[in-house]
Structures are given as C-alpha cells and as structure tokens.
C-alpha cells in the first residue's frame, strides 16, 4: 500500500499546483480512491468528492449513466466508466472526474471474469477509459483498480494539453 | 485495523439480514466507511452507494444539506452529520443512511479541535447524530470515526423497533 499512498500524495500535490479539482466515482473500489486521496493532508485543496456508485441505481440516478447502456452491457465496461467519470466531475462540479468500474470477486459478475477492470477519466475535452486485466484476491484487485486510478489522473494532471 | 473489518462484516451480515439497506455520506473519512463495508464478500447484498461530501458544495448540491445550515454552524455540527445522512438514504434509496463529519486534523477546522467527529444515522423514523471526541494522527481520528459509524449501524440493525 506504500506505494498507492505514495502516488495519491503526487496526484494531490500535482492538482494543487495545476489548480485543478477531482472529483471520484468508485464501483469496485467503493470509497477506496477517495479516501487514498483524502489520506494526504492537504487534499481538501483539491478534492471535490465523490460517488460510490456500488449499485446500478446509483451510477443511473446520482451519476447520470444511461440506464439503457447498463442495461445492455453491465456496469463493468468501458462507455459506464467514461460515464461514471462524466457524472462525478458534473455533479461535484470538479475539473476532472476519475472512475472506477470492475470485478473484485470472489464471483464473476455479468459473464466478466474477476479482475476485469475499466478506469474512467473526464477531462472539459470529455470522457474517456482504459481497460486493465488484474490477479489477485478481492483486496488486491481492488488496491490495483486504484493504482491504476492515480496513475491515469497523474497522467492527466501531467498533460501539457490540460487545461486547454 | 482488524477490529474495524470485523464490525464492518457484522454490519453487512446484519443489514443482509434483516432485508436492509444502507447508504453513506462520508466527509473526513472520505470513502473508508463504504470501502469498509465493500471489503466484506456480499456486502453487493446490502451496500446501495454513497457520497463523499468532501467539499461544502457537495454537502449542499448531492445531498441536499441546507446551505444556510452550513453558513450558519460550518461543516462538523451535529444537525450537518444528521441532514448528510438523510441526505446519503434519499438520494441512494436505501433504507439506511449513515454519516461522517469532523476534523482529521492536522489543522483545526472551522474553529473545532482536531478530533471533533459526529456521526449520523438516518432511518424512516428520521435523522439523528452523535458527537465524539478522539486523539491520534489524521488516520486514527478518521479510523475511529469509521468504527463509531459502524457501531452506530450496527445498534439500528439490532434494534428491535427497526424496521418500524
């Protein structure tokens, strides 16, 4: 976990100094991001909030996902989480939102294996994800969704395109 | 640590139950109370979302907590832990919501002390909240405000007059 902390606390410095805002959606990761965020003192210079969108009620009516895209492909899939990062940033009013959507197991979940995991990120450009296979167990594949969380905001907030 | 993920799971095993829900509005804990409760296999069974209300605009605009509540008391208040619960059952439709507020440290807030926490819990009966006072570095405050909010759930979901 040393390292997760290590990269959240470049994630907060690097969005302090950029003035940008982050807001989070977390499905598999259920807070996790957030608080990995909140860890490093300081973050409220930066951190908005969040959603923990655990069931599909939530990602529909707090996130604005569209109920017809989850109903026909599942709430562990790329368009949800460029949709769950497109709804935090909206409803925390935040200049980036970061997603996470995925499989902790122990079971599979809508036909996808456990340790598929999809990373939402939401810049004013727009959304977009990543698609990312993990192993492990239930902890573990939910500490590597977060890794791989920050690794795409520090991304982001390391862009010379950003803000436009 | 041990400690809190063995409340946490007797808190889902509990609400998995008795047929309930539950939804939380997390601020200086930030996501740890909901990853808690996700870190148990089947909490999927009972955990309907949340919100982390990092920032007072999102205390306002996602949950619903009146501004002039907020302008009036600032953010760790009894009657804001209260409302943010509320607010986490409302907009999360579950049947409980559960909520964090107070100052991890290491600067006071809002003129409270460092380790001011209040925890609110919300059912159909209505909102209500209990205040704390702990020590100890930014993540022993927001770890003791984790295991007060599980304890406090766990006291509705023992409850006998629940659901009314």
New interface residues.
Partial sequence: MTNLHHIAEQAVTGAIDRGLTVA?A?S????????M???T?G??GM?????????N??KA??LGVPRELLDAVGSVDGQVAAAMADGARR???ADIGVSTTGV???EPHDDKPVGTVFIGIATAEGPTSYAYTFEGN??EI?AQACAAALERLLEVLSSEGYPA
């Fill in positions: 989070t977390e598999l990761t259920a807070g996790m991001l957030a608080a965020l909140a860890d003192p973050a409220s951190l908005q909030g969040g959603v923990v969108s655990y069931q009620a939530v009516d707090v409803v925390c009013g902790a197991g122990p239930r902890l939910r």
